[in-house]
C-alpha cells in the first residue's frame, strides 16, 4: 500500500512538472518558448487551414499578448503583415503630403509672363538670387541654358504628371524680386484667373479606401490566429477593405472625368458605391471564407474591379483630343494589370503549389499579391494626380 501511495506521488509530480512553467524568470521564458512553437499544417485548427502548400510555420490559437508581439517574429504570415504595414504608411505619407503640397491654381498664360522677366532679367544677379531661394541647386555654369530651360518648361509643367515643378516655380515666384515685381504689371484680368482649385474629395476618398485596406489587412494577418471568433471578424473586416479600396479607386476618374455632366457622374459613381456595399455584404457570408471558395472571392473582386472599363472607354469618347484623358487610361490599364496579376497568383496559389513547403516564409502567393495591391494603388495615386492638374487648369 505504502509502496502504491509513493509511485502515484512521483507520477503525480511529474504531471505537474510537465503542465507547469517553473517558477524563475529564465525557465518562464524556457516555457513560453516552448508553449508557443510554430506548428505545421496538419496541425491547425479548421479555420486556419486556407492554403495546404504552406506546410509549416504557423502560429495556432496563440494569447493576444503573444500575437502582438510576433509582429517581430519570423513566420509565415510576417510578410503578409508588413508588406500591407509599410503600404499603409506610404499612403498614409502621400496623403499628408496632397494635403500640404498640392498648390494653389495658376492660369498657365499667367506664368508665360515670367519669360518676358527673364529675357529682361541681369542672369548674374538672378543666379544669386536663384541660389539663395534653392540653395540645393548646384553652381550654374551655364545661365544663358537656365533661362532658355526654364522659359521652355512653363508652357509645359501643365503636362508633368508630378508636383515638383509646381512647387519650383511657385518658391522661384514668392521670392525673387523680379518675377514679384512683375506681377504689378500683369493685366488685372490675368490676375483673376488665379483660382482656387476644385474640390478634392475625391482623391481623398481613395487614399482613405487605400490606408483601410491596407491598415485591415495587415492587421487582419496579425491577428486572425487568436480565436476562431476573432478570425471571422479579421476576415470580414479585410475583404470590407478590398471592396473599399476598389470601390473609391472609382472616385477619382468617374469624378473628374464626368465633373461638369452630374447625370453620368452620379450614375457611375452610385453604381460602383452600391456594387461595393453588395460585395461587402456577400462577404459576410461564412461560406465566402472557405477556402475551396478562393476562385470565387478572387473572381468578385476582380469583377467589381472590371467594372470600370465602361467609365473609362466612355472619358477615352469624350476626351480623345485631350492628352490627359490618354495619360491617365495608360495609368489606368497599369493598374488593372498589376491588379489581375494579383489576383491571379492569389488564385492559382503560385508558386507554393509547384514546390509546398518552399515558400512557407517567404515568396508565396499572398505576399506578392500585396506587393502587386500596393504598386497598382500607387500607380492610381499618379493617374490621380494628372486628372487634379487636368480639371484645376481646364475645369469644365
Known sequence: MEVHEDMYTAVESVEICLVSPPMDGRGKRLWEKVKYQLVEYHSLPGFLRDNEYILGHYRSEWPMKQILLSIFRIHNETLNVWT????????????????????KVVDIHALQQ???????????????????????????????????????SIPLMDLIPSLSSWHVMEHLYSCLPELSSAGNHIDPHVLESVKEPITRWPFFAFLGGAMFCLLASSTCHLLSCHSERLSYIMLRLDYAGIAALIATSFYPPVYYSFMCDPFFCNLYLGSITILGVATILFSLLPVFQKPEFRSTRASLFFGMGMSGVAPIIHKLILFWHQPEALYTTLYEIL?????????????????????????????????????????GAITHYQAGLVYLKWRDLNGC
Open 335 to 375: 493598374m488593372g494589370i498589376l491588379y489581375g496579376m494579383g489576383a491571379l497568383v492569389y488564385a492559382l496559389r503560385i508558386p507554393e503549389r509547384w514546390m509546398p513547403g518552399k515558400f512557407d516564409i517567404a515568396g508565396h502567393s499572398h505576399q506578392l499579391f500585396h506587393i502587386l495591391v500596393v504598386a
Open 114 to 152: 515670367i519669360t518676358d522677366v527673364l529675357r529682361k532679367a541681369d542672369l548674374h544677379k538672378l543666379q544669386s538670387e536663384i541660389l539663395t531661394c534653392l540653395p540645393s541647386l548646384p553652381n550654374i555654369p551655364d545661365l544663358h541654358k537656365l533661362r532658355e530651360e526654364l522659359k521652355t
Open 84 to 103: 500591407h504595414l509599410i503600404g499603409f504608411f506610404i499612403f498614409l505619407s502621400l496623403t499628408i503630403y496632397t494635403a500640404m503640397k498640392v498648390p
